[in-house]
């Protein structure tokens, strides 16, 4: 059975760094590309960044460039999300996702996690 938890949001300061975990289990991070998402109540679910099978980075939004990073460790099947330079439009609840590829589209993600809040205030 394939699961994702998040991990590691919490509340920041503008300019803080935060990362984020998403711990993968019943199966293994060389089969599956894992995307990070994030949602604000009343918006459309945002991809942010996605690592695929072969460890190639797809970035979804450019607001994030330069400032967070996507990484993997198949050792302990475990999937970062670094963020820095974190700005108060970052807030949100940050998902992480498995499947074949890194889709454009959230819709093709068959597993999700719970999400982890990320609030970035003063």
């Known amino acids: ?26 199966f293994t991070l060389d089969h599956y590309a894992i995307a990070w998402f994030r949602q604000v109540p009343g918006k459309e679910r945002e991809g942010v960044l996605c690592i695929s099978r072969s460890d ?22 475990m999937v970062y999300l670094q963020m820095n ?4 439009e970052d807030s949100a609840r940050y998902y992480c996702a498995a499947d074949a590829r890194c889709y454009s589209d959230y819709d093709h993600f068959g597993s999700w996690g719970q999400g982890t809040q990320v609030t970035v205030s003063a």
Do not use: H, M, W
């Not at 330079?85 to 108060?88: G, K, M």
């Open 1 to 26: 059975q394939v699961q994702l938890v998040e991990s590691g949001g919490e509340l920041v300061q503008p300019g803080g760094s935060l990362r984020l975990s998403c711990a993968a289990s019943g």
């Open 56 to 77: 190639r980075t797809t970035y979804y939004t450019d607001s994030v460039k330069g400032r967070f990073t996507i990484s993997k460790d198949n050792a302990k099947n």
């Open 85 to 88: 330079s974190l700005e108060p």
